[in-house]
């Protein structure tokens, strides 16, 4: 593949990799500057966590929240944004009868949690459903809203969706929600590093807890992740370890919400403190910095999903002011019936080696591409061609 900065990478020169968005891709000198942080941590295991480690947390938690505009105080690392949701879910006290909101467009994980959730308290889950194709906006905002009620206690709204790529509409939705008193957990699992982020404003606007991915678009090593809770609802808020930070005395300054996170028992805490690297080296790559990634990102997205929607000869499924560096279609349900969405990954990944995610979701197979820098545009054509050998191009 021919990215000029694919190098920087240690991705497999012979694949097509068009699939950024599930597991992230960690450049060398971001997994360097973590290789040493480890080699710190085993040369004085005892200095490092009791003496370097509250510090260099600090640091890296600062330098987290001011890329994604938001009060550090208020931002706890946690492995990945499962984990984020799985604590906002934790410290909910709920009553039978009350709902919790989720789109059809929830990543299954988190869905799930949801789900379990409502079931152990006797609450009801509710799916609002969001069409796609043919998503807008107005769509989005309408089918969210429908389904709020009075016993609405908590929903989980997207910044950017999993299956579908959609970026919704967080300006509209969260006043909405907030003005019916509904508190909103924002998936943001690919939003930093697609989007630019303002944590401060969403909360202004309504966002009460906000949890996303360090090892995704910001290509932090994996075990990078914050969870953002607002600051009236931190006072009580816990970990879902619960460790000696529950009744440890407080440094001056120190809240307890800190010294809950901040340690939850014996970890490797190497990815936390390595994302800030990751940060500062991919953002000078390019004159411009984050803001021309984005846009060179979204572009690109752009352009293979057209690209691929003229293959296909099927119209572009969402707005494009719904997309990030992330692009979903439905597959044309009449080609090639026979082969399932998991034979054809599978047949993509090991006959024509371009590896990306197609899956079944709401009775399609939907193939997605998800782009960062080391890919272009001959990674799509290397795509298109597979397809057109498969045959789900529209004209031989």
């Not at 906002?88 to 009350?98: I, S």
Request: proline fraction near 7%; include cysteine; aromatic fraction near 6%.
């Amino acid at each position: 593949m021919t990215s000029a900065l694919r190098d920087l990478w240690n991705l497999d020169d012979e694949v097509a990799f068009l699939n950024h968005g599930s597991f992230g891709a960690t450049p060398k000198s971001v997994l360097a500057a973590q290789a040493r942080l480890r080699d710190q941590l085993e040369q004085e295991p005892v200095r490092f966590f009791e003496r370097y480690l509250p510090g260099a947390l600090a640091a890296a938690r600062e330098a987290v929240a001011a890329w994604v505009g938001g009060d550090p105080a208020g931002l706890a690392f946690v492995p990945n944004a499962s984990t984020g949701v799985a604590t906002v879910l934790a410290n909910l006290r709920l009553e039978p009868g009350d709902e919790l909101l989720v789109t059809n467009h929830a990543y299954g994980a988190c869905r799930n949690a949801f789900a379990l959730t409502a079931e152990r308290a006797g609450a009801v889950l509710v799916t609002a459903e969001i069409p796609f194709p043919g998503t807008t906006e107005d769509t989005i905002v309408a089918a969210v809203l429908a389904a709020v009620t009075s016993r609405t206690k908590l929903a989980l709204i997207d910044h950017v969706t999993s299956p579908t790529g959609l970026v919704f509409p967080l300006e509209r939705l969260l006043p909405e929600l907030a003005a019916r008193g509904v508190d909103v957990l924002v998936d943001a699992a690919h939003a930093p590093g697609m989007l630019a982020v303002d944590l401060d404003r969403l909360a202004a606007i309504g966002a009460t807890y906000y949890t996303a991915n360090g090892h995704k678009w910001p290509c932090a090593p994996k075990g990078a992740a914050f969870l953002w809770v607002r600051a009236d609802r931190r006072d009580g808020f816990h970990p879902l370890v619960v460790s000696h930070g529950l009744t440890a005395a407080l440094e001056p300054g120190q809240t307890r919400f800190r010294a809950e996170f901040d340690w939850m028992g014996t970890d490797d805490p190497t990815p936390y403190l390595a994302w800030p690297t990751a940060i500062e080296h991919l953002g000078a790559l390019m004159a411009g910095g984050w803001d021309t990634i984005r846009r060179r990102n979204r572009d690109l997205t752009l352009a293979a999903r057209d690209r691929l929607c003229e293959l296909l000869a099927i119209a572009p499924p969402a707005d494009n002011a719904l997309i990030g560096c992330l692009a979903s279609l439905p597959l044309p349900p009449g080609r090639r019936p026979e082969l399932s969405a998991h034979a054809l990954h599978e047949r993509l990944a090991d006959v024509h080696h371009v590896q990306l995610p197609i899956f079944d979701w709401e009775g399609q197979r939907v193939l997605r591409v998800a782009l960062h820098l080391h890919t272009d545009l001959e990674d799509i054509e290397a795509l298109a061609v597979a397809l057109r050998a498969e045959g789900f191009a529209a004209h031989s």
